[in-house]
């Protein structure tokens, strides 16, 4: 079976500041996929990255980057110098074998404040 | 760029009223599903299918029907609504059912069962 721990709950830094949210799965395949969304304020979901089991490269893209490590099964996610349009509930999820069924976490809370 | 649309945004229902949540896609993806969102359990899969007169269930079906008579359209059915089933509905499509597509979401519907 498949899971996905975020035990960050929900996190308040002041504007500027660094932040990562951590992201734990577990899967016994070993071709799977991770992936990041953001939820902002308004409800939808945003896509953010997509990462494959074989490609443990780092990852940035302007603020954001990812830390993919097979060996402590983690994919973490760090926004460099917040903002307060980062305030969002961020998802990490896992999508193995056939089909596109993803697994979520439970969600990071992300508040960022003046 | 219309993507993922899904109508209604909100409902409110009485316990054992039906209703059915439209959700359509222009981007001509073989894969649809749809999940629900609920506090503290981030999104869980409901069905899913992978291309028109196919589908199938996910991880919590119960309750809900589902149909696939076009690529475009994909509703999903409550019967005879009930409380538990007050949440936040996400409709889903990526352009095959493989693990590594990337999966697009709908902007979510709120349903309220009283």
């Known amino acids: 079976a498949q899971k996905v721990t975020q035990a960050q709950t929900e996190i308040s830094v002041v504007e500027k500041e660094d932040v990562t949210l951590d992201c734990v799965y577990e899967?016994?395949?070993?071709?799977?996929?991770l992936f990041w969304y953001k939820q902002p304020p308004s409800g939808e979901l945003v896509f953010l990255i997509r990462?494959?089991?074989?490609?443990?490269q780092n990852e940035i893209s302007g603020r954001y980057s990812w830390n993919f490590q097979k060996s402590t099964s983690s994919f973490n996610f760090t926004i460099t110098a917040s903002q307060v349009v980062d305030s969002a509930v961020y998802f990490c999820?896992?999508?193995?074998?056939?089909?596109?069924?993803?697994?979520f976490g439970t969600g990071t809370r992300l508040q960022v404040t003046l | 760029n219309a993507g993922v649309t899904q109508t209604p945004k909100f409902q409110v229902l009485k316990t054992g009223q039906s209703m059915t949540l439209q959700c359509a896609q222009d981007?001509?993806?073989?894969?649809m599903s749809w999940y629900r969102q609920d506090p503290g359990m981030g999104l869980r899969l409901i069905h899913y299918?992978?291309?028109?007169?196919?589908?199938d269930q996910g991880e919590v079906p119960n309750g809900y029907n589902v149909s696939r008579s076009t690529t475009e359209d994909f509703p999903l059915r409550l019967l005879s609504a009930a409380p538990s089933q007050t949440s936040v509905y996400f409709c889903?499509?990526?352009?095959?059912?493989?693990?590594?597509?990337?999966?697009?979401f709908g902007e979510g519907s709120w349903l309220t069962v009283v």
């Open positions: 299918s992978v291309g028109a007169g196919i589908t």
């Open positions: 999820a896992l999508n193995t074998g056939t089909a596109s069924k993803l697994t």
């Open positions: 990462r494959n089991s074989f490609d443990e």
């Open positions: 889903a499509s990526s352009y095959s059912p493989g693990p590594g597509n990337t999966i697009y």
């Open positions: 981007m001509n993806h073989e894969y």
């Open positions: 899967t016994r395949d070993t071709t799977y996929y």
